[in-house]
């Protein structure tokens, strides 16, 4: 399975901000959306991620304010990419290796979309759940022999 298999699902609803918008209005959108990240563009290329976990880092180290912080300052600006073709076990073990909760999805320059930890999980589970169904199946229409102990073993 691949990204562009969760994109599918998923849709193509994008959250963008700027580097130089106030944190504060990024932070009205998050919530409003009901989001936990966006993404930072400038001019049309990826500079950056803002989640709630550098929001919160900034909060804390500003004495519990937004105060005039811009994006800029607080954005992860060397985030984890991917690719649509990257397959989700790759992409599942750079999340974890990184503790990174989401992920922009990369076309060249072309922002294709964000994949959450959340949808790289429920991608994996929905995956074995139908291989598991049709295991199951396989085996209960498995040929059963009429009568097992009547077979000679053959020498």
């Known amino acids: 399975m691949k990204v562009v298999d969760i994109l599918r699902v998923k849709g193509g609803t994008l959250f963008t901000v700027t580097p130089d918008e106030p944190l504060k209005v990024s932070l009205d959108v998050m919530a409003e959306r009901d989001i936990g ?12 991620m803002l989640t709630f976990r550098e929001v919160i880092q ?34 599942r073990r750079m999340m974890l290796g990184r503790h990174a909760r989401y992920m922009p999805v990369m076309n060249g320059k072309t ?8 949808d790289v999980a429920k991608a994996v589970v929905d995956s074995q ?21 009547e077979i000679e073993p053959k020498l």
Do not use: Q
């Open 37 to 48: 990240s966006l993404v930072v563009m400038d001019h049309g290329d990826l500079v950056g």
């Open 58 to 91: 900034a909060i804390v180290k500003n004495g519990g304010s937004v105060g005039g912080t811009i994006v800029r300052t607080v954005m992860d600006d060397a985030p984890l990419t991917c690719t649509p073709e990257t397959e989700i076990d790759e992409v």
């Open 129 to 149: 759940d139908f291989e598991n169904r049709m295991l199951k199946a396989y085996i209960r229409d498995w040929p059963v022999e009429e009568n097992p102990a």
């Open 111 to 118: 922002l294709m979309g964000v994949i959450s930890l959340y």
